[in-house]
């Protein structure tokens, strides 16, 4: 018989990572990172940080970066919750506004980590299947609920909605906490921060990991009305009270307020996308029109999983997702312009074979 | 009536974390953290981290870190779990390990979280009162019971238990998981790592922000056989699968390699500690045997609530808990030992009052 101890481990399906490969030599556009380092006032904030100070429990409060945050946002530091990654802050929101025994909601082809919490936090759960052109159909979403979660844009679809959707959605939605995860919003698409101010059931998260290349740090946050936040920091005060260490403290607040260089490499990312959609759409592909740091594409007469499959062996990594209505699609991260040089040239390449 | 949405939030009392002074001039012996800085080696690793990396995602599995920890505590990588500070770690190991039914058993007097995160995740706890001592009695984990969680050295008590407590009280428990929370272990108490190898259901927690100097960064550990880290793995990456980031990675192993500092430093910790100790049972208190870097005192003339609070308008910040058993009672970190010649200058004055 096995070991009687076993009985009390939690029986939970291992989510394995993505192993990030150690060769320096690819072009890694398979996890969504910015080409492009962190503002220089966070690099200089962590290189000259003074370290005899981490003797010492970071602030748990994190005042200085919520004022920081809420200059940025326009709201009040009461507003802004900070955590380790918007994972973290996400898992949290989950913890703290999903307890209802009716089901929460969401798009079918969408985060894949939102099941996966639902599991662990046992919170039951529905979805809603995109429409056939991957947009979220907003109707669905007038149904009786225990709480809703979309992230806009959404991924890997990259395809965002504006203010009457998230308008409507709320208009829907008065009696449960409803969350957009605006993890990939600085590429282009509307921002529903400015909403929490209308919607008191509103909490908008994201991510210094993406458009503020700090995905190493992990610093992820949410804004809503206050009582939400305090909720959700009464929550993470009963799991660990400090989640932010001193150093990321240090280089948020300081990324944060470099509005000049995050505009500037946003700006770069953007640009490159569309010159590369331009590109992928003359060579016959099907590239939706994306509001994030990333391109969903397929190919009417491709094998995509072929394609990404060949693409590793020629050292360029794109994201392929062996999933049902999205399995011959690929995602592909925007890089520098000369990685999707090399990108579209090997791409040109296998269509050539 | 109240709105609805407001039926689904976590209703949770607020667990509210110490402040932190913003005075520099306060002699900060309340929060047990180390009056060293941290490895010279560790703030090298800082200071000159290649930040244009932190674009990328941190390795989820911590390979250098967690084979650099290997080495030290003479064990496999594949036995050592990191996560973001030793309450993410123990957070973690309560969802993971603490799946019974039956209640999981803890001293009365111990660390604080240990109720707030059963309440957090629904697990049924019992607590074995102290004996008069304030020694843990073995005997009464001899009960079944759905999990064990000690801390050894147990806190704010400052008392550490040897090699014979921990396997009677392995004999005492083969059918469920035995957390032995190590954050003060560094400071003279026997380490049950060792022990890991012979029970399988032994797991040992620990910290890098007492001993290391680390508490700013939040770094965390456990040590266990194989199956347990892999179900501590498959939790943490349903929750949030980077929590340790690359700047915390790099500083944690720079300071688990440097041996020398760190025996250098905890030596002076422990060498004030003893002669505080000395020093206040002279000014007559009676000061518990400590294996910690604090020291858990009380005095028969004294009101320690009143002297707590003289303290601090004398700007010495040490802690105060009013709870039942121990409300006559201090706990005083051990700082430099000038900090130390402040606080014993200051007691003196009060017992002179």
């Known amino acids: 018989m096995d070991k009687l101890w076993k009985m009390n481990l939690r029986d939970i399906d291992p989510y394995v990572p993505g192993e990030q490969s150690k060769d320096k030599n690819i072009v890694k556009l398979n996890a969504n990172e910015n080409p492009y380092p962190p503002s220089p006032k966070a690099i200089e904030a962590i290189n000259s940080f003074n370290c005899d100070g981490l003797r010492l429990y970071p602030d748990a409060n994190a005042s200085a970066f919520k004022q920081a945050m809420a200059e940025y946002y326009n709201v009040q530091p009461q507003n802004v919750f900070l955590g380790n990654g918007s994972d973290d802050v996400l898992a949290l929101c989950f913890q703290a506004f999903f307890n209802s025994d009716k089901s929460i909601v969401f798009p079918d082809i969408t985060y894949s980590f939102y099941p996966v919490w639902c599991r662990l936090f046992n919170i039951p759960f529905k979805n809603y299947p995109l429409n056939d052109d991957f947009r979220i159909n907003v109707d ?24 009457d959707f998230i308008e409507k959605l709320m208009k829907y939605n008065q009696d449960c906490i409803v969350i957009i995860d605006e993890a990939y919003v600085d590429f282009g698409c509307y921002s529903g921060v400015e909403l929490t101010k209308k919607y008191e059931n509103l909490i908008i998260t994201g991510t210094f990991s993406k458009s503020r290349s700090l995905a190493g740090l992990r610093i992820g946050y949410a804004i809503g009305n206050k009582e939400l936040i305090a909720v959700l920091e009464a929550v993470k005060n009963s799991y660990n009270s400090y989640t932010v260490d001193s150093v990321s403290m240090a280089a948020g607040t300081a990324s944060i307020k470099d509005k000049k260089y995050f505009e500037e490499t946003v700006s770069k990312v953007i640009t490159t996308r569309e010159s590369v959609i331009k590109e992928l759409r003359a060579l016959g592909f099907t590239a939706l029109d994306s509001q994030t740091n990333f391109i969903f594409a397929t190919h009417d007469s491709m094998n995509m999983r072929d394609y990404f499959e060949w693409l590793k062996t020629q050292k360029v990594f794109i994201r392929y997702f062996n999933l049902p209505r999205i399995d011959n699609h690929v995602r592909i991260t925007v890089g520098t312009d000369e990685e999707m040089d090399i990108f579209l040239k090997k791409t040109k390449e296998y269509l050539n074979k």
Not at 140 to 158: F, K, L, Q, R
């Open 140 to 163: 669905d979403y007038a149904e009786e609920n225990g709480g809703v979660v979309i992230p806009n844009p959404n991924a890997p679809t990259s395809l965002g909605e504006g203010k």
